[in-house]
Nanobody, 123 residues
Framework: QVQLVESGGDSVQSGGSLRLSCVAP????????MAWFRQAPGKEREGVSF???????NYAASVKDRFTISQDKAKITTFLQMDSLKPEDAAMYYC?????????????????WGQGTQVTVSS
């Protein structure tokens, strides 16, 4: 059941920036940990970043220092600011919510998912 809605995906050149947004249906998701995953064609889904209920964040090594995850005050919208984009960042990006807040990149921990937003990066 899709409950989260992503937006902000686009086609950009290498070195460019994008800001993805993920909107939850209401503030009932505020106790959840939120994460961004991505999946490129022919590859497995991989964790990109997550944020816990205290605002602590974690990033995959491949995006550390280039991507920033954040939330609005109500914790209804989760953002992913992506800077210095590389062709290897091209993928479908999904946001996900974990009610147990395991603070991990393990996809099965996340019970709510969006439909994804496409990011394309040209060299």
């Amino acid at each position: 059941q899709v409950q989260l809605v992503e937006s902000g995906g686009d086609s950009v050149q290498s070195g460019g920036s994008l800001r993805l947004s993920c909107v939850a249906p209401d503030d009932s998701y505020s106790p959840y940990c939120m994460a961004w995953f991505r999946q490129a064609p022919g590859k497995e889904r991989e964790g990109v970043s997550f944020i816990d209920t205290d605002g602590e964040t974690n990033y995959a090594a491949s995006v550390k220092d280039r991507f920033t995850i954040s939330q609005d005050k109500a914790k209804i919208t989760t953002f992913l600011q992506m800077d210095s984009l590389k062709p290897e960042d091209a993928a479908m990006y999904y946001c996900a919510a974990d009610p147990t807040c395991a603070s991990s990149f393990t996809a099965f921990e996340y019970t709510s998912w969006g439909q994804g937003t496409q990011v394309t990066v040209s060299s």
